[in-house]
């Protein structure tokens, strides 16, 4: 099986998340899309965050009724600081050797990718699949390739889809009492609401 990865803080997760997993199960035959809330994002961790359970219950309103996204929640469940390469890890050793896993980043994190707890590593357990992100460019793969020898024969550079949606955005309309109807599912805006998240009093 091939199988996408798409992880994210998904706080709240919106319609760009969809749209680029559908677009790299799409374009590259996936059989399927794991959701994969962060527990504790290493790069977040001076930034305050809704709680997992929360963001968990999101991505699974999100993704009911689509067959080929399912939702993991294996970061959440280890605690601690999240790292992508111990999760690609324990995920590849459950799947076994028969499965390939793509994982979907956008260009800015690509760039980021030497600062990454074991990029060597991560990209000798995956393929990775990356995507436009609003305002960055796709970073100096010449460049990249000298830190993390072997990455561009890992990568999968797409040109799609351009999707200016922020979860800051979404955040920040909700504070100020603006609808977000069209950024997010219908489901995880009722949700937003129902639980009162973050408003003023959040």
């Known amino acids: 099986m091939d ?10 997760i919106h319609n760009g998340h969809l749209l680029v997993a559908e677009e790299a199960r799409a374009r590259l035959n996936l059989d399927e899309v794991l959701f994969i809330p962060a527990g504790l994002p290493w790069l ?9 359970e929360h963001r968990v219950q999101m991505v699974r309103l999100a993704i009911t009724g689509k067959p080929y996204f399912q939702l993991s929640t294996i970061e959440v469940e280890r605690g ?32 980021q990718l030497p600062h990454w707890r074991g990029p060597s590593q ?23 390739e000298k830190d993390i020898p072997g ?10 889809p351009h999707i200016d949606i922020s979860a800051t955005e979404i955040r920040r309309r909700v504070a100020q009492g603006l609808p977000v109807s069209d950024l997010v599912p219908g489901a995880v805006e009722e949700y937003i609401k129902k639980q009162g998240l973050y408003t003023a009093d959040w």
Not at 83 to 110: H, M, P
Not at 151 to 160: A, C, K, Q
């Open 3 to 12: 199988i996408g990865i798409l992880g994210g803080t998904f706080d709240p």
């Open 44 to 52: 977040k961790e001076d930034k305050t965050i809704v709680a997992a």
């Open 80 to 111: 601690g600081p999240s790292y992508s390469v111990d999760t690609i890890a324990e995920l590849k050793a459950q799947l076994g050797t028969g499965t390939e896993l793509f994982f979907i980043l956008g260009w800015d994190s690509v760039a």
């Open 122 to 144: 991560l990209i000798r357990l995956c393929h990775l699949v990356a995507v436009p992100r609003p305002g960055f460019t796709l970073p100096d793969l010449e460049s990249l």
């Open 151 to 160: 990455l561009t024969g890992r990568l999968i550079v797409l040109d799609g």
